[in-house]
């Protein structure tokens, strides 16, 4: 268990040092982080609409953070290029979440050609319940693009890897609202880069 827990936190602080150094990225993923939650108390009473909410607000939210805001020259705070944390980078690096976000955005088409999911979901009746099913059908392209990644690391990696990186996944959302919440105060500042004082400590 303490390996367990010792690659999770290695994971995680990779993740904040070599990835979130814009303040704009941090507050984006603050925003993410709390749709999360609200998606994962919605998920137990209606997971359709918890599923677009996720996929709506937090994964967009989340993604345009690390596309358009995050720097991707020369990261002097951890002397590294940027091919090199691509290379690295144990979950979604940006090649990988181009394909699943062009998988998430190009899912509902497959709804227009086989309405019921080949027999999993009722024929919409009207656009409500076609986005609802929609809804349904972005909540297995989410435990899918989850299970694969995981069991891609079981493979490449090791399997205390793969678990730790769904654990760290499914519990980003918690985590990312105490390590940002103070990010859109900073952006107030004028302040666009973290300077990651604490970038030496683990």
Request: proline share 4%; hydrophobic share 45%.
């Amino acid at each position: 268990m303490s390996g367990f827990l010792e690659t999770l936190r290695t994971q995680r602080w990779d993740d904040h040092r070599y990835y979130h150094h814009s303040r704009i990225n941090q507050s984006l993923h603050l925003l993410s982080a709390l749709s999360f939650l609200a998606a994962y108390a919605l998920l137990f009473k209606d997971p359709a609409v918890a599923a677009l909410v996720a996929w709506l607000v937090s994964m967009t939210s989340r993604q345009a953070g690390h596309f358009f805001f995050e720097p991707k020259g020369y990261d002097d705070v951890n002397d590294a290029t940027h091919e090199y944390k691509e290379d690295i980078k144990v979950g979604y690096n940006l090649r990988r979440k181009i394909v699943l976000m062009g998988i998430w955005i190009l899912s509902p088409a497959i709804l227009l050609a086989e309405p019921t999911l080949f027999g999993l979901l009722s024929p919409a009746d009207g656009f409500v319940e076609f986005a609802r099913n929609v809804g349904y059908l972005w909540l297995g392209v989410g435990v899918a693009g989850l299970l694969f990644r995981t069991v891609q690391l079981f493979i490449q990696q090791d399997v205390m890897t793969g678990l730790a990186w769904a654990t760290k996944i499914a519990t980003d959302p918690f985590h990312d609202v105490k390590l940002y919440y103070r990010a859109p105060l900073a952006l107030l500042r004028g302040e666009l880069i973290d300077p990651m004082h604490a970038r030496h400590q683990h």
